[in-house]
């Protein structure tokens, strides 16, 4: 099975930088994903990350360690709307089951 | 392009009753895959069908059923529906369902008096 662990909460100031953690132990690894959720709304694609390093994609940036069962979430130049919820899904072997993390609620502060 | 449709948005069902949920993929998508959103448990994963064939299933009980039709279009069904069915009920639809993203859905919002 898996087990995607993130922090339940962070808080950040407008204009910061802030970095969210997501770890995993999985019995089949097929890729990580990052999704934003706005209250009320459905997730969205924000990153994909199967080999090990850093994805750079505008003010957000996703870097991976396979070895360690690691990621984060680097979010640049914080603004208000980035206020959401963040998950961490790992994509299993089997094509198409993805695991969620929790998510972790991010509120932006001016 | 049209994004993944889920039908209806809200629904309110009284305890024992059973409900069918709709999605329609984004064109050209063989894969949709159902998860259930609560505050509590986060998303978890229900089934994923791909070619009309159930590919994946996660830990829900038999009350939890699906389908897909030949139009790649899913449903999913809840019988005997409990209090703990209440939830948001994602769709999510990909190209091939290997290394490539998910397009979410708005959800159905379900509630059970």
């Known amino acids: 099975g898996q087990n995607i662990d993130q922090p339940t909460e962070m808080t950040a100031t407008e204009g910061a930088i802030v970095q969210i953690n997501c770890t995993y132990q999985t019995s089949g690894f097929n890729g990580l994903f990052w999704y934003q959720q706005h209250a009320g709304e459905a997730p969205t694609f924000l990153s994909y990350n199967v080999l090990d390093g850093l994805e750079e994609k505008g003010r957000f940036s996703s870097f991976l360690s396979r070895s360690k069962g690691y990621s984060y979430l680097l979010l640049k130049e914080l603004q208000m709307k980035d206020s959401a919820s963040y998950l961490c899904?790992?994509?299993?072997?089997?094509?198409?089951?993805?695991?969620f993390g929790d998510g972790t609620t991010l509120t932006v502060k001016p | 392009k049209a994004g993944v449709t889920q039908t209806p948005r809200y629904l309110i069902k009284t305890r024992g009753q059973q409900v069918t949920l709709s999605c329609s993929p984004i064109?050209?998508?063989?894969?949709v895959s159902w998860y259930q959103q609560t505050p509590g448990q986060g998303l978890q994963f229900l089934f994923e069908y791909f070619s009309e064939t159930q590919r994946n299933k996660g830990n829900f009980p038999g009350r939890f059923s699906g389908r897909q039709f030949s139009n790649s279009r899913s449903e999913m069904n809840v019988s005997t529906l409990e209090l703990g069915d209440s939830a948001l009920y994602l769709c999510?639809?990909?190209?091939?369902?290997?290394?490539?993203?998910?397009?979410f859905g708005q959800g159905t919002r379900l509630t059970v008096v």
């Open positions: 999510a639809s990909s190209w091939e369902g290997v290394n490539t993203e998910a397009f």
């Open positions: 899904a790992v994509r299993d072997t089997n094509a198409g089951k993805s695991t």
């Open positions: 064109s050209g998508h063989r894969s």
